[in-house]
T-cell receptor, first 113, second 114 residues
């Protein structure tokens, strides 16, 4: 399975930007980079995804390295509600529409006042 | 992710009993994944199903575990003769398949084997 490597934990102050790094050196050309987050006692929720270009949505931005071997999730202004485990995942395609999300250990983000 | 319904939310079973976990995907979704999460760990892929088909069961233990996603009704993850090591949170996720990028997760079923 395609692997990702993330720091175990990070801390941030509220209202400050947060950059969550991810390495995926074995990524193949058709693998999408996905980010999900999991709040305590809940199922994961989708944050953002990309293939080659940087992406922005209402939750976050995703910066993808030119060689695609690493990416960074950017939360522009962290709030206490952003405290969660953030998973960087490679979405591996089988054939047609079938694909698989393989989770790593994730980064636990702590946000303090 | 409120659209994916898992039940029960909590399930207690004695060793040797059977556990049945249900997952109703979002309307129109024909792809379902099951994951298992041990305390303080990440999610481990178990099985990927489309309606009436198992696409990938590489993460399923070879014995006691089975999964199905019938043409009608929810997806079922079945664990026979449960042991203490089966205690975990089990999550299912669904996505639409064609054009579907985002997977929607349920709230999980927390299985405790006593």
């Amino acid at each position: 399975d395609a692997k990702t490597t993330q720091p175990n934990s990070m801390e941030s102050n509220e209202e400050e930007p947060v950059h969550l790094p991810c390495n995926h050196s074995t990524i193949s050309g058709t693998d999408y980079i996905h980010w999900y987050r999991q709040l305590p006692s809940q199922g994961p929720e989708y944050v953002i995804h990309g293939l080659t270009s940087n992406v922005n949505n209402r939750m976050a931005s995703l910066a993808i390295a030119e060689d695609r071997k690493s990416s960074t999730l950017i939360l522009h202004r962290a709030t206490l509600r952003d405290a969660a485990v953030y998973y960087c995942i490679l979405r591996v395609l089988y054939t047609g529409t079938a694909s698989k999300l393989t989770f790593g250990t994730g980064t636990r983000l702590q946000v303090t006042l | 992710n409120a659209g994916v319904m898992q039940n029960p939310r909590h399930l207690v079973r004695r060793r040797g009993q059977e556990a049945r976990l249900r997952c109703s995907p979002m309307k129109g979704h024909s792809h379902v994944y099951w994951y298992r999460q041990l305390p303080e760990e990440g999610l481990k892929f178990m099985v990927y199903l489309q309606k009436e088909n198992i696409i990938d069961e590489s993460g399923m233990p070879k014995e006691r575990f089975s999964a199905e996603f019938p043409k009608e009704g929810p997806s079922i993850l079945r664990i026979q003769q449960v042991v203490r090591g089966d205690s975990a949170a089990y999550f299912c996720a669904s996505f639409a398949g064609t054009g579907g990028i985002e997977a929607f997760f349920g709230q999980g079923t927390r299985l405790t084997v006593v």
